[in-house]
């Protein structure tokens, strides 16, 4: 059982990049799924989750509006579209999965968190 993240990178100021979760040895259709951050010296962050029933989604202030989830079930793969990138969105970015996307977006653990491993995202010019 794992997930895999990627399409992180460098990118300018103001540009875009989506990132990709897929999930294996598990389906996503009994699992919200999101995304947090850490970045170098600070906590680790909720940034947006995806909830597994009505696909009602939830986000850190900091990135609403800039940043888009979602999730294709029939490919097991959730992803987070993050727009108009600041220098202050510079982090490893982690997807993760759960029984309720509270606990995703308070990065708690619980016996039945799935977590990827990070894919940085460093926006620079």
């Known amino acids: 059982v794992q997930l895999q993240a990627s399409g992180g990178g460098l990118v300018q100021p103001g540009g875009s990049v989506r990132l990709s979760c897929t999930a294996s040895?598990?389906?996503?259709?009994?699992?919200?799924i999101g995304w947090f951050r850490q970045a170098p010296g600070k906590e680790r962050e909720g940034v947006a989750c995806a909830s597994r029933g009505n696909g009602a989604t939830s986000y850190a202030d900091s990135v609403k509006d800039r940043f888009t989830i979602s999730r294709d079930n029939t490919k097991n793969t959730g992803y987070l579209q993050m727009n108009s990138l600041k220098p202050e969105d510079t982090a490893v970015y982690y997807c993760a999965t759960d029984w309720a996307c509270g606990t995703i977006m308070a990065v708690s653990r619980t016996p039945s968190s799935i977590w990827g491993q990070g894919t940085q995202v460093t926006v620079s010019s």
């Open positions: 040895g598990l389906s996503l259709d009994y699992y919200d």
